[in-house]
């Protein structure tokens, strides 16, 4: 009996230190809101994720797009300073064409998600108000409703990512 008493004890010692661990980190068991890929000149550099509309991607990856020097020191993780760029005639009409693209990008975006929020989710709350007497058919309307709403947050986001983008380029091109 003594023996499975203590073999209980070790056990919620065991299972009890591991939840302490996993409450450390902020980011773990949240959810990923979208990937999107960085570039730099038209050439794929790294992929990002998009969680809680922050962009998270590796720094290895991008101070070597960037021409930053990075070295690690412990925990710390230490970016030097970036080499001047001068943008060349041909630079300006790269970056001229990614800024066109950037912009379109976003008016459809906002178009999109214009239609969204007027036309489709006041329709579709209508609709589930009207249905929601209707056990299966309302609750597929709710979970419809629910899509589309999680796409206007996905679209958002992006959105936010595009114009950040967009002034960067804004900022290159002078």
Do not use: C, H, W
């Not at 730099?40 to 930053?68: F, H, L, M, Q």
């Not at 976003?106 to 056990?135: H, M, Y």
């Not at 796409?151 to 804004?170: N, S, V, Y």
């Amino acid at each position: 009996m003594k023996k499975f008493v203590s073999g209980v004890i070790v056990g919620a010692l065991l299972f009890g230190g591991a939840s302490v661990f996993a409450d450390s980190a902020s980011l773990i068991g949240q959810k990923v809101q979208g990937l999107f890929t960085v570039e730099k000149g038209g050439a794929k550099v790294a992929d990002a994720i998009i969680i809680n509309g922050s962009a998270y991607a590796p720094v290895r990856a991008i101070s070597e797009a960037t021409g930053t020097k990075l070295t690690i020191e412990g925990k710390k993780i230490i970016m030097g300073e970036t080499a001047t760029v001068t943008v060349t005639p041909d630079k300006s009409a790269e970056l001229k064409a990614e800024y066109d693209k950037t912009l379109a990008d976003i008016t459809r975006l906002e178009n999109g998600i214009q239609d969204i929020e007027k036309n489709v989710i006041p329709g579709l709350k209508e609709s589930a108000e009207i249905l929601s007497t209707n056990g299966k058919i309302g609750e597929r309307a709710k979970e419809t409703l629910a899509q589309y709403e999680a796409q206007l947050q996905k679209d958002k986001t992006e959105l936010a990512f595009l114009q950040e983008k967009l002034a960067q380029l804004k900022a290159q091109l002078g």
